[in-house]
């Protein structure tokens, strides 16, 4: 941001772009936390303050313990989806693995390094993607144990 006088390292691409990330998933995540809050039913509050538990150990021992369970899964897929923005803002920054196998194919005029980025983007993938689908089918199976039908 040389108009705004500030020098290196204040306008350096991958401080900016590290910033618009923690700014964007930092607000994700906060949704995601707020939203599994307000998915655990009033009813658990209220049984807790009929117990006498106060609004701290409400929240400590009754309510986040459930808001938690059920923020696993979307905070899963917001990780994929950090995996996924962290590629662009290489664009801008340092050097990430698909960048690196675009320079190595143009240095040796060999398109291995794609396939071998690639892999390892599906070895961080699949194995995040199967334990998302493993926590939700574990939640579904919970609840559904849990209804009075």
Known sequence: MPGVG?????????????????????????????????????????ASRSLGLSNSQTMRFVILPQAIRRVVPPLM?????????????SLIGPIEILRQANIDKAKFANFTPYIGAAIIFLMITIPLTRTTDYLLARERKRTSATRVR
Do not use: C, M
């Open 77 to 89: 897929n917001d990780l994929v989806s950090l995996q996924k923005d962290v590629a662009l803002v």
């Open 6 to 46: 500030l020098e290196r390292p204040f306008n350096s691409p991958l401080l900016w772009g590290s910033v618009a990330l923690v700014l964007t998933y930092g607000a994700y995540i906060a949704e995601v936390f707020r939203a599994g809050i307000d998915s655990v039913h009033e009813s658990q509050r209220a």
